[in-house]
Structures are given as C-alpha cells and as structure tokens.
C-alpha cells in the first residue's frame, strides 16, 4: 500500500512565499511521476506541476514562473516552491503519484490548505 504525507501548508500573505512537501511510502515503481494539483472551492481538481523520476516538469500556465517543482528520488519525496503567492493561489493542495507496472496506478495525499490572503 502507498502513502502520500502532504506538509507545509498555511496562512501567507499576498507577495509571500511557501514550501510544501510529499513523502511517500510504500512500494514505489520506477516509473513513476510525482505532482501537485489544487481544489478551489467551486472549482475543478487542476493540475499544478509534475515532475517525472527523471526530472521533466510540466506546470499550469497560471504558476509558471512562479513555482518550481523538484523531487528526491532516494526519499520519494517531491517540493512545490511557491513564490509571489496570489489570493487566486488560494485552494486545497493535493499530492499525487502516478505509477506504471503493467497498468497504471494512481494515489492522492489528504490535502493540505493554502490560503493567500492579507
């Protein structure tokens, strides 16, 4: 059974800055990719950023620039850095690992909060 721990969310104002964190556990396949989606209320689930075990990213076209993604592949632990919060930022972050071994699986973290706000 895989776990996803989530960490590091918060209260932050406008301009600030916030580190979350996702360690997993469990059996890990090789191929896999680790990443960070949010849920604004009333809002769709949407992807933040991703970063393959090799170290490819994609990220939304609303954080670019702003968020960074990095992973380390010995803790099967992946980052989202944060930066130039927006109040627009404001949802519930959730990570999520996709893995592939035959067929594909696909695990969520609980959720940590990320409220922008002055």
């Known amino acids: 059974q895989v776990q996803l721990v989530e960490s590091g969310g918060g209260l932050v104002q406008p301009g600030g800055a916030l580190r979350l964190s996702c360690a997993a556990s469990?059996?890990?396949?090789?191929?896999?990719?680790m990443g960070w989606y949010r849920e604004a209320p009333g809002k769709q689930r949407e992807l933040v950023a991703s970063?393959?075990?090799?170290?490819?990213?994609a990220f939304a076209d609303s954080v670019k620039g702003r968020f960074t993604i990095s992973r380390d592949n010995a803790k099967n632990t992946v980052y989202l850095q944060m930066n130039s919060l927006k109040p627009e930022d404001t949802a519930v972050y959730y990570c999520?690992?996709?893995?592939?071994?035959?067929?594909?699986?696909?695990?969520w973290g609980q959720g940590t909060q990320v409220t922008v706000s002055s």
């Open positions: 469990g059996t890990i396949f090789s191929l896999n990719v």
């Open positions: 999520n690992l996709k893995m592939k071994l035959l067929r594909e699986y696909e695990y």
């Open positions: 970063i393959t075990k090799g170290g490819s990213t």
